[in-house]
C-alpha cells in the first residue's frame, strides 16, 4: 500500500532543472570577500539590493511603525490578533496607490479589486486554480522565467504551452507565434485558457511594446481566453515612460467598451522585485472578475500575508515623499549597475541583448559555445559554474530554443563584487583564447607534421618500389 500521494512522490517540482541545480552549487562554495575569496558567485538570483539604505533611512526617521506603534501608543496586541483575509484596508489602499504611481498614475486601482498573496509565486498558482481546469492550458512566451514550472504547473495540473519568440526579432511576441503555440495546444488535445506574459520580461530585461500588447488584447478577444500580466519588475524600469502597463492598453478606444475583455485580464504584482523585499511575501492579484477576487480571496487564507508586515508597509508606502524619491533613485541605480554589467561584457567581447528593465540581462555566449547544441550550452555553463565561479542561469532552464542564451543577475551583489565577478569572466575568455590559439597552433603543427609525414612516406614507397611487403 502507497503512504504517500503522487504529488509528493512526482517529479514534476522542476528542482533538478539547472536553474535550481546552479543554487546548490552556490550553497555549497558560497563566495565573501573575506571568508571565501575564490568562492562561487551568486549571478543566478534575481535580488534588488541596491536601495536598502533608503529604506533604512525611513526606517530611522520614523521608528514608530517598525516599533508596532501608532501615536505613541503600542498596537503591538491589535496585530498579533487573527486577521480578516481581505487584508488591512490602509495596506490596500497604500499599495494600490503605489502601483499607479510606478505606472506614471496613467492607471488608477480600486482596492476592493485587489486579493494579497503570500508573493507573487502564490498569485499566479492561485489565478491557476481560480481559471484553469487541470489539463488545460496557458501559453507563454519563450524563455520564461524557470520557476513557473513549479509555480503554475506543479500543484494546479494545468500545462504550459510555449509561444515561440527568437533573436530574430529581440523575442518580441509576434501573431504567427501565438497562433501557432493555440495550434500546437489544440493538436495535443488541450484546451487553452488563456496567455501569461512577463512585462517586463523575465529573463529578457525588456518592456512589451504597446503593440505587442494590442496584440495579446485583440488575441485573447478572438479566442475568449484570459491574459494574466505578471508585472513584478514595472518598478524596476529605468525609465517610467518605457514601461506601458496591459492595464492601460485596455483603457484605449479600441478596447475600453469591451466590459467582457476587462474580466479576463489580471494583473499580478509584488515587492519582492521592486522594494528588494522578497522575504516580506507580498503579492498580489488584481482582476476585474468579481468572482476571480471572490475566489481568489478565499484561497488566499492558505498564504496571508502578516498583520505587521501590511502595518509597517503601510506606513512606508503612504509617506509620499518617501515614495516619489525612492522610485526615482532606485531607478537610477538601477540602470548604472546595468551599465556596469553590459561595458564590462563588452570589454570582453560579449554582447547582450538590449534592456530597459529588470535586474538582469540577457546575455549571448553563442560564441562560446563548442557547438550549436543544448550539450555544449551546459558544458560551458558547467565550466562557468565550477571553474569560472560564477552562478548564471543558462538559457535551457528558460525554455530558450536558442543555445548560447544566460541570464546574469547584477543587483543582488555590492559594485566590488560585480566587478570581480566581469574580472573573472575576463580572465576566463582570455584563457579560453589562449587554449584555442594552443589548439590551433597545435592543429597546424600536427597538419604541418602530417605532411611531413606523408612527404616521408612518399619518398619511402619511391625507394622501396619493387620490393615485397614484407620487406617494407
Not at 79 to 86: G, I, K, R, S, W
Amino acid at each position: 500500500m502507497k503512504l504517500l500521494s503522487r504529488k509528493a512522490v512526482c517529479n514534476s517540482h522542476g528542482q533538478d532543472s539547472s536553474y535550481f541545480l546552479g543554487w546548490q552549487e552556490y550553497e555549497k562554495n558560497p563566495y565573501h570577500e573575506l571568508h571565501n575569496p575564490t568562492g562561487i558567485i551568486q549571478m543566478g538570483l534575481a535580488e534588488n539590493q541596491l536601495s536598502f539604505d533608503i529604506m533604512e533611512s525611513w526606517l530611522a526617521n520614523n521608528p514608530e511603525p517598525a516599533g508596532f506603534k501608532r501615536d505613541g501608543h503600542s498596537i503591538f496586541r491589535e496585530l498579533a490578533l487573527f486577521q480578516d483575509y481581505h487584508g488591512l484596508p490602509a495596506f490596500k489602499n497604500a499599495l494600490v496607490e503605489f502601483m499607479s504611481e510606478i505606472r506614471g498614475d496613467k492607471v488608477r486601482f480600486d482596492p476592493k479589486n485587489l486579493v494579497l498573496t503570500a508573493g507573487s509565486t502564490s498569485a499566479n498558482e492561485t489565478l491557476m486554480f481560480c481559471l484553469a481546469e487541470p489539463g488545460e492550458a496557458f501559453l507563454l512566451p519563450i524563455p520564461y522565467y524557470p520557476g513557473f514550472d513549479r509555480d503554475l504547473k506543479w500543484r494546479t495540473g494545468v500545462e504550459i504551452v510555449p509561444i515561440q519568440c527568437t533573436s530574430a526579432n529581440a523575442f518580441q511576441i509576434t501573431e504567427s507565434a501565438l497562433e501557432e503555440a493555440y495550434e500546437a495546444a489544440q493538436k495535443r488535445n488541450l484546451k487553452v485558457k488563456g496567455v501569461l506574459v512577463t512585462n517586463p520580461s523575465n529573463p529578457l530585461g525588456t518592456t512589451l511594446s504597446r503593440r505587442e500588447l494590442n496584440l495579446l488584447l485583440r488575441f485573447i478577444t478572438a479566442n475568449r481566453i484570459h491574459l494574466i500580466s505578471d508585472e513584478i519588475y514595472s518598478g524596476t524600469v529605468f525609465t517610467s515612460s518605457d514601461f506601458v502597463s496591459v492595464m492601460e492598453v485596455l483603457m484605449e478606444t479600441e478596447h475600453a467598451a469591451n466590459t467582457e475583455l476587462w474580466s479576463r485580464v489580471h494583473v499580478v504584482y509584488s515587492l519582492s522585485k521592486d522594494l528588494g523585499l522578497p522575504g516580506f511575501r507580498v503579492g498580489a492579484i488584481y482582476s476585474n472578475d468579481e468572482v476571480v477576487v471572490a475566489a481568489a480571496t478565499k484561497m488566499s487564507s492558505f498564504g496571508l500575508v502578516s498583520s505587521q508586515t501590511q502595518y509597517l508597509l503601510s506606513e512606508m508606502l503612504s509617506d509620499k515623499k518617501f515614495t516619489k524619491s525612492y522610485i526615482s533613485e532606485n531607478r537610477k541605480r538601477l540602470k548604472r549597475r546595468q551599465e556596469m554589467l553590459i561595458s564590462g561584457l563588452e570589454s570582453a567581447g560579449i554582447s547582450c541583448l538590449k534592456g530597459n528593465a529588470g535586474l538582469f540581462c540577457w546575455v549571448d555566449m553563442r560564441k562560446l559555445l563548442s557547438s550549436k547544441s543544448f550539450e555544449a550550452e551546459m558544458e560551458l555553463w558547467k565550466k562557468i559554474v565550477y571553474d569560472v565561479g560564477l552562478n548564471i542561469s543558462p538559457g535551457s532552464s528558460c525554455h530558450c530554443t536558442e543555445p548560447g542564451w544566460f541570464r546574469v543577475c547584477f543587483a543582488n551583489m555590492s559594485a566590488e563584487t560585480l566587478n570581480l565577478a566581469i574580472q573573472r569572466i575576463r580572465s576566463f575568455l582570455q584563457s579560453t583564447a589562449i587554449d584555442g590559439t594552443q589548439r590551433n597552433h597545435h592543429h597546424h603543427q600536427s597538419a604541418k607534421n602530417s605532411r611531413r609525414r606523408s612527404v616521408t612516406k612518399w619518398v619511402f614507397r619511391l625507394s622501396f618500389d619493387g620490393r615485397e611487403a614484407d620487406e617494407r
